[in-house]
Nanobody, 121 residues
Framework: QVQLVESGGGVVQPGGSLRLSCAAS????????MGWYRQAPGKERELVAF???????NYADSVKGRFTISRDNAKNTVYLQVNSLKPEDTAVYYC???????????????WGQGTLVTVSS
């Protein structure tokens, strides 16, 4: 069993900040990539940011300069520092992991349960 446990969501005023965390546990041999997606009401899930084991990062254009993704590889944990929040950032934020369960298996995807971020005055 593999688990992704997210935390850090909440209600914040425009311009505010939050730090989202996602900790992976379970049968994990190696993690290739960890990242965050979000889904706003009535919209499709979209990529926010991801970071590979090698340190490469990718951000959605809408969050560049405001959000920062980081990883603690030793703890299998990924963080998302979200600053200068806007009402349009309101969404459920999902942690995503691309990993291998054993040394001789292919890469798998796993999702967290989501954490709600609400930006409102």
């Amino acid at each position: 069993q593999v688990q992704l446990v997210e935390s850090g969501g909440g209600v914040v005023q425009p311009g505010g900040s939050l730090r989202l965390s996602c900790a992976a546990s379970g049968r994990i041999f190696s993690i290739n990539r960890m990242g965050w997606y979000r889904q706003a009401p009535g919209k499709e899930r979209e990529l926010v940011a991801f970071k590979t084991i090698g340190g490469m990062t990718n951000y959605a254009d809408s969050v560049k300069g405001r959000f920062t993704i980081s990883r603690d590889n030793a703890k299998n944990t990924v963080y998302l520092q979200v600053n200068s929040l806007k009402p349009e950032d309101t969404a459920v934020y999902y942690c995503n992991m691309n990993y291998r369960a054993t040394y001789n298996t292919g890469y798998l995807e796993h999702w967290g349960q989501g954490t709600l971020v609400t930006v409102s005055s």
